[in-house]
């Protein structure tokens, strides 16, 4: 017996974008490792290119014409592009830090001076 199927709909993608923001922000929250609060924030950006595929798709998914609209796919470049120059910047941050003080807690982090 072949079991009937609902389409996936706008919902659906919301749910999964809130559950991946909620895990990113508990993340962020949590740890004391820098490494693991950089992957917080990957997190939660990816919770918003999720959200604006999806909203995307459901929206404007197609013109009149029968053209597809990318502008969620676009604005969901541009933040990878974003997540990836943060991470870079990041990381170069924690290594120096690592260097300074042969840690990366964060709660050393108030030792810093500038």
């Not at 990041?90 to 830090?97: K, Q, T, W």
């Amino acid at each position: 017996m072949l079991l009937a199927t609902a389409p996936i709909a706008l919902h659906h993608y919301l749910v999964v974008g809130a559950i991946l923001f909620v895990c990113g922000l508990v993340t962020m929250l949590t740890k004391r490792n820098a490494i693991g609060i950089l992957m917080g924030v990957e997190l939660v950006l990816n919770a918003a290119n999720v959200n604006l595929v999806a909203f995307n798709r459901f929206t404007q998914g197609a013109t009149a014409a029968g053209a597809l609209r990318l502008d969620g796919q676009i604005f969901a470049i541009f933040v990878i592009v974003l997540a990836a120059a943060e991470a870079a910047v990041a990381l170069a941050i924690f290594l120096n830090f690592y260097n300074n003080f042969s840690t990366i807690d964060v709660e050393r982090a108030q030792n810093l001076k500038g």
